[in-house]
């Protein structure tokens, strides 16, 4: 394999191209997960016949996939916190995550109410009220929240593939519709 195609992140190798179609077929199934879906690609990843070390960020997307899925088939979760920011609302969703395009990098937790997104971590609370969202997007583990005068771009990056979908779908459903929200701004 060429130096050129690996730092693209591109393989020559049979195995290689067996997990960049598979990739491919996770990333169009993040739109609309089926549990016969989600059944398919965990059997595909198993018939590519790598050892578990090998397909590690692959297993983490399955099991993100799947836990998109779940979430997809229920109705709005109501999480149980006693963090202060949150006050009388009702809590969606709660995860660790940082802000990687932030000059400190703050670490934090990302708290999704009714009203608003609150990010605490690094200070003062970051509050984003959901009338103020024009898009969503998620690539990898980011979920981003991008304003309405598209001023500013919130990027939250989740410790796992599970937390960012599932945090960028209920992002979508709690946000105005103002348009067509990307289900992905890129899958990977």
């Known amino acids: 394999m060429s130096w050129w195609r690996r730092w693209f992140g591109q393989s020559d190798s049979e195995a290689g191209v067996s997990r960049e ?3 491919a077929a996770w990333a169009a199934t993040v739109a609309e997960p089926t549990r016969e879906s989600v059944e398919a690609l ?7 016949g790598l050892p ?3 397909i590690e960020l692959e297993q983490e997307m399955l099991d993100g996939l799947a836990a998109l899925y779940e979430l997809t088939s ?5 999480v149980e916190t006693g963090h202060r920011v949150v ?6 969703f709660s995860a660790p995550a940082f802000m990687p395009n932030e000059p400190s990098q703050p670490g934090g937790r990302l708290l999704f109410t009714p009203s ?11 509050t984003i009220p959901w009338h103020t969202v024009a898009d969503v997007q998620q690539s990898a583990r980011d979920v981003l929240l991008v304003r309405a ?11 796992s593939y599970a937390d960012a979908l599932c945090a960028a779908h209920l992002a979508r459903r709690l946000a105005p519709r103002r348009g ?3 289900p992905s701004r890129r899958a990977l």
């Open 21 to 23: 179609a598979w990739r």
């Open 74 to 78: 229920a109705h709005m979760p109501v």
């Open 149 to 159: 005068d598209r001023e500013r771009v919130y990027c939250f990056r989740a410790n």
């Open 42 to 48: 965990q059997a595909r990843l198993a018939g590519l």
């Open 116 to 126: 608003r997104a609150i990010f605490v971590g690094g200070g003062r609370p970051s």
């Open 52 to 54: 578990a070390e090998e």
């Open 180 to 182: 067509q929200h990307s």
């Open 87 to 92: 006050g009388t609302e009702t809590c969606h």
